[in-house]
């Protein structure tokens, strides 16, 4: 990794060089463009040798609070739509069911549902 970070420096003060010493505007490109292929081939390596499953704790935090405020409304009242849960979450729809929100309230409504008086 360092060595393809040292050969993209290399050639970017290469070009540089050029862009600088020759008149020739046509070569400054080529070498410009070789650059910038590098440099995204490089940005690909990076990306591929990060794993996926990446969790970050603030996103884990926020989860898990959201996770207990979830618990606290359907336990006050289980008759709340999925759409009025992620309001009072103030979260998106599209959230609510990506991070499975939507999974839980269903659990969570069926167990309360049975402990209701009424």
């Not at 359907?74 to 609510?96: D, G």
Request: hydrophobic share 40%; with cysteine; aromatic share 8%.
């Amino acid at each position: 990794m360092i060595d393809n970070l040292e050969k993209a420096i290399v050639i970017c003060s290469k070009t540089i060089k050029l862009v600088k010493e020759e008149s020739n505007i046509l070569n400054c490109l080529v070498n410009f463009e070789e650059l910038l292929n590098i440099l995204l081939i490089m940005k690909n390596l990076n990306s591929k040798n990060r794993s996926a499953g990446i969790k970050y704790r603030k996103c884990e935090i926020k989860k898990n609070l959201n996770l207990i405020k979830l618990e606290k409304l359907i336990y006050s009242n289980f008759k709340l739509s999925n759409k009025e849960l992620a309001e009072k979450l103030n979260i998106s729809e599209k959230e609510f069911y990506r991070s499975k929100f939507n999974v839980v309230s269903k659990e969570l409504k069926t167990r309360y549902k049975k402990q209701s008086l009424f």
